[in-house]
């Protein structure tokens, strides 16, 4: 069962939550095994399957990133091929080192300067990601588009990677 089905929704990686919700709600009242009381083990157990079903849709369509991970799945990107391009990997590798120095010598500008590189990359990737997504939700719904997708999905998740390390520096 595709989940964008399930609620009415149309394919897209930017959708209306309080829709979402609603329909959730909506369906969630009709399908809820406690209203198959009465009924055989069968309906209560088809109940049940449905309800966890629509569970699991819901988590996954309201989460910007699970959304758009199940929309590369469900296109059949998220198989093989999940290198990302030499060039970020090489700036997300002098990252690394630079944290790697800072473990051994803390210095507080440095950590600062990293900060900086990393909210600039971020925000440089997050702002190509979203070009990309428009582009699909706008009626471009190609493979190179979602590639293009994919590779920012991708390069998100690496960036959060780096950004978690950075937070133990902080905390430290």
């Known amino acids: 069962m595709d989940y964008f089905d399930l609620f009415g929704l149309e394919e897209q990686f930017d ?9 959730y709600y909506a369906l969630s009242r009709t399908e809820h095994p406690d209203l198959q009381s009465s009924s055989s083990s069968d309906q209560v157990d ?6 966890e079903t629509l569970n699991v849709a819901y988590e996954v369509l309201k989460d910007k990133k699970k959304r758009i991970e199940y929309i590369l799945q469900i296109h059949g ?14 700036e997300m590798m ?4 630079q944290l790697m120095e800072l473990e051994l010598e803390p210095d507080e500008n440095n950590l600062k300067t990293i900060w900086v590189a990393w909210e600039d990359k971020a925000s440089e990737i ?6 990309w997504m428009k582009k699909y939700d706008n009626g471009e719904k190609t493979e190179e ?18 950004k978690e390390k950075l937070s133990t520096f902080a905390s430290a």
Do not use: H, W
Request: hydrophobic share 40%.
């Open 46 to 51: 088809d109940a049940i399957e449905k309800t």
């Open 145 to 162: 588009v979602l590639l293009q997708v994919k590779d920012y999905f991708l390069k998100s998740k690496y960036l959060l990677r780096i």
């Open 77 to 90: 990107l998220m198989q093989g091929d999940q290198s990302i391009d030499p060039e970020f990997l090489m």
């Open 126 to 131: 997050e702002l190509d990601g979203l070009t």
């Open 15 to 23: 959708i209306d939550i309080s829709k979402l919700t609603k329909k």
């Open 94 to 97: 002098e990252i690394n080192e």
